[in-house]
């Protein structure tokens, strides 16, 4: 399992449709596939004898507790996330799901990122929390706009360099 942690209870509970659909398919695969295997594999470690010295019943009892952890979560949580509808009609402004290309003044360097909910954000992927300092600092700004963000490294300027939308 992954170090995955929950968004802080003060989040935005709104998602893309993808993203949704990317927790509904976890759910699934955790309860109908992981969940199962787990329990087949805890029985037959059980079934082996001592219980306190048999490292791969201790394993798999962490393992279950994990999977229904997450499902626990991911039963709660679904239900009060709000899929995000059509994109914007301003499509050159920075909202909810747009893809934003930003460029570092100082420095030239520029980055792609997309604005999405809590729940699905990837750093690996570009795909940063509308509760992240970046984000906020975008929302409704348009190409060629400058923003000014105080992230851990310190205070940066952003230019504003393209705004688009998925088609969702």
Known sequence: MSRWR???????????????ERLRAELDQLWKEKRPEVVRALSAAAAEGDRSENAEYI????QLAEI???????SRRLPSLRV??????DRAAVFFGAWVEVEDTASGDSARYRIVGPDETDARLGLISIDAP???????K?????????????????????VEYPQD
């Open 6 to 20: 929950p968004p802080a209870p003060g989040s935005t509970a709104i998602i893309t449709r993808t993203g949704f």
């Open 59 to 62: 394993y798999r009892k962490k």
């Open 68 to 74: 229904d952890r997450r499902v626990r979560y991911l």
């Open 84 to 89: 995000a509808g059509a994109g914007p009609t």
């Open 134 to 140: 970046l984000a906020r600092a975008l929302l409704g």
């Open 142 to 162: 348009r190409p060629d706009d400058e923003v000014d963000v105080v992230l851990p490294a310190g205070q940066v300027r952003y230019a504003v360099v393209a």
